[in-house]
Structure formats: C-alpha cells, structure tokens
C-alpha cells in the first residue's frame, strides 16, 4: 500500500514536502514516481526516481523546483516543492514500477503497475 501525505493550502512562493510510504511490503527496489492531476485535466508525470536514488527526471515545468527523493530504510518517496505556483494545484499521486528497474520511460503512466492514494495541493493566494 502507498500513501502520500504532505498536501495542503499554500500562497504562491511558499514550499511543501510531499511523502510516500510505503506499507505492507518494501518498495525499495523499484522506480517510484510522482504523478499530479488537476480538475479537468489529465494525469502528468512530475517526477521520478531510481531504485538506488542515483538517478532521478524531472518534468521540464517543475525542473528547478521540485526534487524527488527517497529513502529506502524507511520505505518512502518525498517530493520537496519549492516556489509553488498557482498551476501546480493539483491532485499529487505516488506509483511504483515494480516491473523494470531499468531508468527509461518513467514519464510514461503505464511504466507503473501500482498506485497510491493522492494528496492535494492548492496553490492560491
């Protein structure tokens, strides 16, 4: 089980830390991603990261801002966000590839075969 917490109200400008944790099993050897998804909108990659935490992508309108981290002995995935901007509201879901651990394709949605529970983010002032 994955479950993502950390969402909330924020002003534009200000941060948050997103998390993932994992539950049930160890996730720590598989490529875990962020997805958002805004009302009306599709689902779009943010972010991802390697099993080992040695490699990490980023979308190109989040590079710069967010980082994506992990830390397997604790089974979790945090997204930092840092100069929040009124479109990154959206709902916020973590997933894992627990098919490949080879980096390639981890913007793509079906690279994931298991989803967690999504967190909110609202970005307004």
């Known amino acids: 089980q994955l479950q993502a917490s950390g969402g909330g109200l924020v002003q534009p400008g200000d941060s948050l830390r997103l998390s993932c944790a994992a539950s049930?099993?160890?996730?720590?050897?598989?490529?875990m991603g962020w997805f958002r998804q805004a009302p009306g909108k599709e689902r779009e990659f943010v972010a991802a990261?390697?099993?080992?935490?040695?490699?990490?992508y980023y979308a190109d309108s989040v590079k710069g801002r967010f980082t994506i981290s992990r830390d397997n002995a604790k089974n979790t995935v945090y997204l930092q966000m840092n100069s929040l901007r009124p479109e990154d509201t959206a709902g916020y879901y973590c997933?894992?590839?627990?098919?490949?651990?080879?980096?390639?394709?981890?913007?793509?949605?079906?690279?994931?075969?298991?989803w967690g529970q999504g967190t909110l983010v609202t970005v307004s002032s």
């Open positions: 997933a894992v590839n627990r098919v490949s651990q080879v980096f390639v394709n981890v913007q793509t949605p079906g690279e994931y075969d298991y």
């Open positions: 049930g099993r160890t996730f720590s050897r598989y490529i």
């Open positions: 990261v390697s099993w080992t935490g040695g490699n990490t």
